[in-house]
């Protein structure tokens, strides 16, 4: 997948409806749903519904197919598992330093911290994170699970 790929599905689950729209249909499993049990799960009105599926299905996240007079939604689940590979794929495996710019220099305290410590995957060393040693500074200690 590619960033424009991944950017164009991810401004579609961007809004409310259609993520629950996307949602419902992946727990529907294969077989999908008609446009009228989304409609009755989501309790918005038809039209409304069928702007967003129409969004849904332009970014590939959702296919429509008749059957005999009613219309099925399916996720498409190639395509949802390429985009949450896509999202985590570089989890972990660091960053290049970049100096500092003059203009850096105002951020506040803390903006050093790598995103892997915050990332629940992720244990690195608080020396990795923080190089000048301020690891109490710049990275917080992950949340205790169930926290």
Not at 10 to 35: H, Y
Not at 37 to 44: G, T, W, Y
Not at 91 to 107: H, K, N, Y
């Amino acid at each position: 997948m590619n960033t424009d790929t991944a950017s164009a599905c991810l401004a579609e689950l961007g809004n409310p409806r259609r993520l629950e729209a996307f949602r419902l249909a992946v727990r529907a499993g294969p077989d999908g749903l008609t446009v009228g049990e989304i409609q009755r799960h989501l309790d918005i009105p038809k039209s409304t519904l069928s702007h967003h599926c129409l969004h849904l299905c332009s970014a590939g996240l959702l296919t429509q197919r008749r059957v005999g007079r009613t219309i099925r939604c399916v996720a498409n689940f190639d395509l949802a598992r390429e985009l949450a590979g896509f999202l985590v794929e570089e989890c972990c495996r660091g960053v290049e330093m970049v100096e500092r710019s003059a203009a850096d220099e105002g951020e506040e305290a803390g903006d050093d911290c790598c995103a892997a410590a915050l990332a629940a995957c992720c244990e690195p060393a608080a020396e990795a994170c923080c190089p000048d040693g301020a690891a109490a500074d710049c990275c917080p200690e992950p949340a205790a699970a169930g926290a």
